[in-house]
């Protein structure tokens, strides 16, 4: 039997309340040999989202503030500055059953963090139903969320205008001018001053 990678087809205008939203997948592998007292956690290395780094604390056992039985888990910022962002952690089965589904209601300030302030959830899920039903091959897969908030989206770092725009606003601009050419005409006693750009003469030239 072949399989083929399948192709999406949209009728209608795709749902946009993920936009701005990305995913990234995180893997605990051979879960259930994970310290699970309570209080005891595992992160994960750094990985990049949102054009940030984070890591994510599993506390199988859960926190000090966890239910009885509950695991416990939170994302933090590891880039080097503050960021404000919304999180949700989504933990599925292998039929694609949700086990646990988390949002933040708001945005929430990460700073940078080395073993400090981080956001989530004590009660994340059940450990037991983890174990019965979301591990596969011993791994739990954790699917991280993260929105930045508008103001510190990487789309804001682009310029307004392009840089054509800026380009033909300066084409004939004597102040930014590095080079000027003396153009005469058939009467050779007169001559005119145009002002001209060495980079924008040197990619010309090419």
Known sequence: NKS???????????????DGWECHTVCFNDFESLPSERGDFVRSPKFNCCGRDWRVKLYPGGDEDARHGMVSIYVGNWSGSSVSAMYGFVIKDEAEKTIADVWSDDYADFTPNR????????????LEEIVEEA?????LTVEVHL???????CNNFLPKR???HNVLRS???????DVKFEVKGQDT????LVP???????FCAE
């Open 4 to 18: 083929t990678a399948g192709m999406t087809t949209h009728v209608g205008t795709p749902p946009t309340e993920l």
């Open 115 to 126: 073993d400090g302030m981080a956001w989530g959830y004590s009660d994340l899920a059940d």
């Open 135 to 139: 591990l596969h091959h011993g791994t």
């Open 147 to 153: 929105k930045l908030h508008e103001d510190q989206c």
């Open 162 to 164: 392009n840089i054509t």
């Open 171 to 177: 084409f004939m601009d004597e102040d930014s001018a």
């Open 189 to 192: 006693s007169s001559s005119v």
């Open 196 to 202: 001209a750009h060495k980079f924008v003469l040197r």
